[in-house]
């Protein structure tokens, strides 16, 4: 139905940045939110940003004015600019797309990427 693929992670000194990429693509009907979420050790997944269809945007309190979400419909990619970058932001961070696939009406579900691993450390 909808893959999803990551891209951009690595390891970065505090106060770095780094920008994530992650592209949908298979037999995809319309993406409606797309979104980023992040699992560190031991914790639970938790929404880093999202951005509906429309352009509208949300995020966490801990990243605001330091991360950017952005969504290129052409291409079916999100992305996540990340500046300012803290120790605390390490961790995995997966993509998040809710999208309609081909055939399915107008029914829409959930999907995950692989997840890209973020390091932030000097």
């Known amino acids: 139905q909808v893959q999803l693929v990551e891209s951009g992670g690595g390891l970065v000194q505090p106060g770095g940045s780094l920008r994530l990429s992650c592209v949908a693509s298979g037999s995809i009907f319309r993406i409606n939110t797309m979104a980023w979420y992040s699992q560190a050790p031991g914790k639970q997944r938790e929404l880093v940003a999202n951005?509906?269809?429309?352009?509208?945007?949300n995020y966490a309190d801990s990243v605001k004015g330091r991360f950017t979400i952005s969504r290129d419909n052409a291409k079916n990619t999100v992305y996540l600019q990340m500046n300012s970058l803290k120790p605390e932001d390490a961790a995995v961070y997966y993509c998040n797309v809710n999208a309609i696939p081909r055939g399915f009406g107008y029914r829409a579900f959930n999907y995950w990427g692989q997840g890209t691993q973020v390091t932030v450390s000097s």
């Open positions: 951005i509906i269809a429309g352009g509208s945007t």
